[in-house]
Every structure is written in C-alpha cells, then in structure tokens.
C-alpha cells in the first residue's frame, strides 16, 4: 500500500499492537527472573506484572481486527488474496525460523553456558529447523501466531463475500452470537474442541474490525466512550487477579477474553475517533509509521533476540533494569534490524516488512 493511501490511525493501532505483544513478553520474562510468589506479589513490581500481564493481551486482538478493517468489505480475487497475502506472512516465518536455527545452533556450540542445540549432527540441526516451525524450538512459542494467521486469511474469502452481501445490522448479529461465545469459551471456560476455538475465536475478532471501522454508531465514534471501555476492564482484570492471589499467582485473562475483547474495542475505538492523531507532528509520524511496516518483522524476531541476550548476559539490574534492557533488545532492536533491513531490496520480501 502506498505511503499517500494509507490511514495513519490503523499505524498507530498496528505500531501499538506490536509494542503491547513486545511489552506482554518482557513481562512474562522478567516475571520469571523474579518468581513471585504470594507475598512479593503485592509489591510495586508485583502490581505492575499483574496488570501487564493482562492489558498487554491486546496485541494479538487489535492485529486481527487491523486484518479485518483493512481486508473484509472489499472487491477481491480470492486466487489473488492468497497470491499475496499467503507469501507476505509465510516467506518471512520460513526465513526467520532458519535465521534462528542458526542462530540456535551457532551459541549452542560456540557458547558453554547455553545449551539450546545438542548434539549437532545433520538430523538434529533439521530437527530444530521443523521444531521452530511447529513452535516447538525455544523461543519459537510466538510462531504459533502465523499458523493462526494462515487460518484467518484462508477463512476470509467466505467472511468477505457474506459481509460484501449483507448490511451491518447481520454483521452485528453475528458478533452478538460470537460475543456470547467467547464469553463462554474463553470467561466461563467451558469446554470446546481446540480446534474449534482455534479459528473461532480469532475470526471474530477479524469482522470486529470491519464492523469498528465502519459503524456509525455513537458508542464507537467517542472518546469518551471508547476510554470507558478501556478504564472499566483494565481495573477489572487488575481486582480480579487479586481476588484470586491466594489460588493462582499472577493470574492472566485470555487473549480472546471478554475484558480483553473489551479493552481492545475501547483502544481501537479511541484512536479511530481521536482528534490528536490528526495533528501529530511529522516526525513522530514517520516513526509510528515505520514501526507500523516493521511490525511483522519484528514479531517473528523479538522474542529469539530477548531469549538469547538474557541467556547470555544473566541480566540482575533489578527490575526496572531489567525492564530496560529488555525492552530495547525487544523493541528497539527488533525495530533497528528490520528497518535496516528493509532498505536492502534482496531482503525487503523475507524479512516481514509490509
């Protein structure tokens, strides 16, 4: 997409996206470095984890529904939207797993203290290579978000002829029935197939973003409305998770929860209807921008490139210290590598730039 044809808003949501999911796993390592138990929990850092461990769940939510106010609603080829599309997420996910097996590899045998590979015969070094792929690898967790992506984009040739076909008012009784869902499968915890809940769950979140960007309704065009409804669940989740200290240390929401469902509504909503946005300067522009095109890059890198420098450095600067370092290895790295990247044209395909 052009630079002159894209809307900034959706930039600001994706580079905000990124910089949650960034922000959620830094989290999660630092909350292993300092292995809270019942009582530290109730410290400064404890109340932090706890409510960045639930509010940083919005990345995933707010990438989907980026995917579904960008693509759903429009005239296309359903052989060209897999021609494109397809390739644009595959190709990078295969480019970064081999990086990272040799990557994997190399500070296994070079490095004493890490032991990711052993032994390095042929086989085994495939091994990694296939166990990256299906998230198996170390640090390879994160990957299982292209195989979901994968399921989406193959999903939404039949989402987008219906929404082509109908008018919002279907739309929004489809999210009534999928909101009542996720509130069973993913409040309740009732039990559903995986798979079910697999390509369920997020592809409602895709037709959430069409519906957002496109309803006229006041409720999701106010900002008063829309940090309503990011106040409300973000102090819900956080009172939550305390109330069940004593059973559950550092409770989580899942990502397709309802508060989570809700937070992310309320974020998109606010920046979708944000005077602010409209008069950002030009330089914080062309960095939220940027952020915005790196964004996938920078998911498929960030959590190897955490991984090994805490691996390698045994960070105990503390917790802020530590934050710190993190999050610039997570982020800003992340971001520096695939921007510089990006400018060599060989590599502008593989590396997740878009």
Same mark, same amino acid.
């Given at each position: 997409?052009?630079?002159?044809?894209?809307i900034?808003?959706?930039?600001a949501?994706?580079?905000?996206?990124?910089?949650?999911?960034?922000?959620?796993?830094?989290?999660?390592?630092?909350?292993?470095?300092?292995?809270?138990?019942?009582?530290?929990?109730?410290?400064?850092?404890?109340?932090?984890?706890?409510?960045?461990?639930?509010?940083?769940?919005i990345?995933?939510?707010?990438?989907?529904?980026?995917?579904?106010?960008?693509?759903?609603g429009?005239?296309?080829?359903?052989?060209?939207?897999?021609?494109?599309r397809?390739?644009?997420?595959?190709?990078?996910?295969?480019?970064?797993?081999?990086?990272?097996?040799?990557?994997?590899?190399?500070?296994s045998?070079?490095?004493?203290?890490?032991?990711?590979?052993?032994?390095?015969?042929?086989?085994?070094i495939?091994?990694?290579f296939?166990?990256?792929l299906?998230?198996?690898?170390?640090?390879?967790?994160?990957?299982?978000?292209f195989?979901?992506?994968?399921?989406?984009?193959?999903?939404?040739?039949?989402?987008?002829?219906?929404?082509?076909?109908?008018?919002?008012?279907?739309?929004?009784?489809?999210?009534?029935?999928?909101?009542?869902?996720?509130?069973?499968?993913?409040s309740?915890?009732?039990?559903?197939?995986?798979?079910?809940?697999?390509?369920?769950s997020?592809?409602?979140?895709?037709?959430?973003?069409?519906?957002?960007?496109h309803?006229?309704?006041?409720?999701?065009?106010?900002?008063?409305?829309?940090?309503?409804?990011? !106040? $409300?669940? &973000?102090?819900?989740?956080?009172? @939550?998770?305390?109330?069940?200290?004593? +059973?559950? =240390?550092?409770? /989580?929401f899942?990502?397709?929860?309802?508060?989570?469902?809700?937070?992310?509504?309320?974020?998109f909503?606010?920046?979708?209807?944000?005077?602010?946005?409209?008069?950002?300067?030009?330089?914080?522009?062309? !960095? $939220?921008? &940027?952020?915005?095109?790196?964004? @996938?890059?920078?998911?498929?890198?960030? +959590?190897? =490139?955490?991984? /090994?420098?805490?691996?390698?450095?045994?960070?105990?600067?503390?917790?802020?210290?530590?934050?710190?370092?993190?999050?610039?290895?997570?982020?800003?790295?992340?971001?520096?590598?695939?921007?510089?990247?990006?400018? $060599?044209?060989?590599?502008?395909?593989?590396i997740?730039?878009?």
């Open positions: 997409m052009s630079s002159n044809k894209r900034f808003y959706f930039d949501l994706r580079a905000l996206a990124i910089l949650c999911v960034v922000l959620l796993h830094v989290t999660g390592h630092l909350g292993e470095i300092m292995n809270y138990n019942v009582h530290t929990i109730f410290s400064l850092s404890g109340i932090f984890e706890t409510f960045a461990n639930n509010f940083f769940r990345g995933v939510p707010l990438f989907l529904m980026l995917s579904g106010a960008l693509l759903l429009r005239d296309w080829d359903v052989k060209g939207f897999f021609k494109k397809i390739p644009r997420i595959a190709i990078p996910f295969v480019f970064w797993s081999l990086v990272f097996t040799i990557m994997l590899v190399l500070a045998y070079f490095i004493s203290s890490i032991n990711f590979v052993t032994p390095f015969g042929i086989g085994d495939l091994q990694v296939v166990d990256t299906i998230c198996k690898a170390p640090g390879s967790a994160v990957y299982w978000f195989w979901m992506m994968l399921g989406m984009y193959i999903l939404m040739p039949i989402f987008n002829r219906w929404i082509n076909n109908s008018d919002l008012r279907k739309v929004e009784a489809f999210l009534s029935i999928w909101t009542v869902y996720i509130i069973m499968t993913h309740l915890m009732l039990p559903i197939p995986e798979y079910v809940s697999f390509f369920l997020p592809i409602g979140f895709v037709v959430l973003g069409y519906y957002l960007r309803s006229e309704r006041e409720i999701f065009n106010s900002p008063i409305a829309a940090t309503i409804l990011i !106040i $409300i669940p &973000s102090v819900f989740m956080l009172v @939550y998770s305390y109330a069940v200290v004593d +059973s559950n =240390i550092l409770f /989580v899942h990502r397709y929860s309802l508060p989570v469902m809700m937070l992310a509504i309320g974020t909503c606010l920046f979708k209807s944000s005077s602010h946005l409209k008069g950002i300067s030009d330089l914080p522009k062309r !960095i $939220i921008s &940027s952020i915005a095109l790196c964004s @996938y890059g920078m998911y498929l890198i960030h +959590s190897q =490139i955490i991984m /090994v420098v805490r691996k390698i450095l045994h960070i105990s600067f503390g917790f802020i210290g530590d934050y710190v370092v993190l999050f610039a290895v997570g982020f800003v790295l992340s971001w520096i590598i695939i921007y510089v990247l990006s400018k $060599i044209p060989v590599l502008d395909e593989l997740g730039v878009k």
